[in-house]
Structure formats: structure tokens, C-alpha cells
């Protein structure tokens, strides 16, 4: 009796105790919408060049948006060339999310290299982003890890889609074709993705000729960034390493 009396009360307590939280959605991170920058090449390959750890990977399994796959996916559709002679390579040397001492830390880098078709101009520009957060309490809600990542790869993009126009329009400008006929370098987007951020214009750099290049600064740059963005004036900051062909 004893037996069938604490089975009963497991039973009764089982039965009080609240249902699980369903799954969360999340949508796609989409940058579509943000306007193409166009290299005067005329192939610009994209390649991964980061390796996971095997805690890494562990992490990624549960990210609704690893941060590789949806850095890759947006240099593909964002960054592209003009037809121009010349070749480019646009490397992810890294796309991690790491735990350590309860927090969550994120690192995103991107090089750039150009060159002539005779190999004696070339031009590089490199964009690193960081940002970090707490660690979710995955024992409170079984939902709080993947939202967790989900928000550090978004947060680790948005700041990526500001940092990575600025570094090419201050090391490369002369790399860039400021415009096209399909307008990619016109003014930017008057609108965006819901929970995207905007596009807003970046002065061309003296000397290149073109109209405003678009970039995304709606949010400011992150204190966890590697290279802090000062306003840019004329004539400032770094400038291409050789002129483009």
C-alpha cells in the first residue's frame, strides 16, 4: 500500500507540474535587402577558411543560425564583381561562438584581397567584429540556448554589415565600382527587412568618383568591436595599397 500510495503521489505531482514552453521560430537572417557592393574584378570567389572545435560544432547543432553558414551566405549575395580583369578572394578566417566562464563569445573576421591581372596591383581590407553576452539558463527554459545564439549571430551580423563597407570604402576605395546600370552603388535602400538594420549613405572617398556607398549604421558600432569607426573625413584613415587597374 505504501508503494502504490508514493506512486500515486509522483503521479499527482507529475500531472501539477507546468507543460513544457513550446519551440521558439526564427526566421532566417536575410540581408537581401541591402544593396550589393561591386569590385572592379571579374571573379571574386568567397571561401571559408575557419575550422570549429569540436565545442563549436556542439554549439552550432543548436543555433538556429550559425554564424559560417549566415556569414557566407551574405558575402555571396552581397559582395560581387563587375566583369572587370582582375580577381578577388573574400576569406572567413573566422565565424565562431564560444562558451567560457558563463559567457557567450562571438568573433567574426573577413579578408579581402584584389589584384590586377598582371599581379602588380593589389588591395586589401580585413573587417573583425566581437561581441559577448551572458549565458542562458538552459535548466529554466530548454528554448534559451538557441535563442541565445540566435542573438549573438545576429548581433555578431549587423555589426559585421557596418564594419566590412567601411573597411573596404576606407583600404580599397579604388577597388570599388561606385556605379553600375543596375544602380548597385546608387543611393541606398529606403527600407529594410523587419528587425534589419537600415541602409544609409557613406560619402565615396576623394578621388573615386562616385556617388554614396550604402552601408548599415543604424546601431552603434559595438564597444566589443576590434576596430572602433571614427567619422570619416577627407583625406582620412588608411587608403587603398595600390590603385586598382
Given at each position: 500500500m505504501k508503494k502504490i500510495a508514493a506512486f500515486a503521489?509522483?503521479?499527482?505531482?507529475?500531472?501539477?507540474?507546468?507543460?513544457?514552453?513550446?519551440?521558439?521560430?526564427?526566421?532566417?537572417?536575410?540581408?537581401?535587402?541591402?544593396?550589393?557592393?561591386v569590385f572592379n574584378v571579374a571573379t571574386l570567389n568567397v571561401v571559408d577558411n575557419y575550422t570549429p572545435s569540436p565545442a563549436e560544432i556542439a554549439l552550432n547543432a543548436n543555433n538556429p543560425a550559425p554564424p559560417a553558414t549566415t556569414l557566407l551566405a551574405m558575402l555571396n549575395r552581397r559582395l560581387q564583381p563587375s566583369g572587370t580583369p582582375g580577381a578577388g578572394t573574400v576569406t572567413v578566417q573566422v565565424a565562431s561562438i564560444t562558451e567560457a566562464n558563463g559567457r557567450l563569445n562571438g568573433q567574426m573576421t573577413v579578408d579581402i584581397n584584389l589584384s590586377s591581372p598582371d599581379g602588380r596591383a593589389t588591395g586589401f581590407a580585413e573587417a573583425s567584429v566581437s561581441a559577448t553576452a551572458s549565458e542562458p539558463d538552459t535548466d529554466a527554459d530548454p528554448n534559451a540556448q538557441p535563442a541565445a545564439l540566435y542573438q549573438m549571430t545576429k548581433k555578431l551580423m549587423d555589426t559585421m554589415n557596418v564594419e566590412l563597407p567601411y573597411q573596404i570604402a576606407h583600404n580599397i576605395p579604388n577597388w570599388v565600382s561606385w556605379t553600375n546600370p543596375q544602380g548597385a552603388m546608387s543611393p541606398p535602400v529606403s527600407g529594410a527587412a523587419p528587425g534589419g538594420i537600415q541602409a544609409?549613405?557613406?560619402?565615396?572617398?576623394?578621388?573615386?568618383?562616385?556617388?554614396?556607398?550604402?552601408?548599415?549604421?543604424?546601431?552603434?558600432?559595438?564597444?566589443?568591436?576590434n576596430a572602433a569607426v571614427p567619422n570619416y573625413l577627407p583625406g582620412a584613415g588608411p587608403t587603398a595599397l595600390s590603385p586598382a587597374p
Open positions: 503521489s509522483v503521479l499527482a505531482l507529475a500531472a501539477c507540474a507546468a507543460p513544457p514552453p513550446p519551440p521558439q521560430n526564427f526566421p532566417p537572417l536575410d540581408y537581401s535587402y541591402l544593396k550589393p557592393i544609409a549613405p557613406l560619402a565615396a572617398p576623394p578621388g573615386s568618383g562616385g556617388p554614396a556607398m550604402p552601408i548599415a549604421p543604424t546601431a552603434p558600432m559595438s564597444s566589443n568591436t
